[in-house]
């Protein structure tokens, strides 16, 4: 008897909306979790609001490679984001729009 493989399931892709510095921790630790437990699930942050402030004045090594910033934030707060984050290309309500659009799964975090 032979055992049929299991088609391989399509990498999982994550996107954590952090509006407020809570909810950043939050994602910060759930994008790291996810990470450890699959090492192809594709994790983004999506910070706005206050959790932008947050993410600036708390730096977190691991999570920020991950981690997008509104640009109409920053710009209302006149603050510069700092690397590793990056700024992202559209506002976070369209950015989030388009990844769940383009197949990720949203998690308010």
Do not use: F
């Amino acid at each position: 008897m032979t055992t049929a493989s299991k088609p391989q399931s399509p990498a999982l892709r994550i996107v954590l909306h952090a509006p407020t510095p809570d909810a950043l921790a939050r994602a910060r630790a759930s994008a790291l979790n996810a990470r450890k437990a699959d090492a192809q699930c594709s994790v983004r942050i999506i910070a706005n609001a206050a959790a932008v402030a947050a993410a600036l004045d708390q730096p977190h090594a691991e999570a920020d490679p991950l981690t997008g910033l509104c640009p109409n934030t920053l710009g209302h707060t006149g603050r510069q984001a700092h690397a590793p984050l990056t700024v992202l290309e559209r506002p976070a309500v369209i950015e989030l729009a388009l990844l769940q659009q383009a197949g990720w799964a949203y998690i308010h975090a």
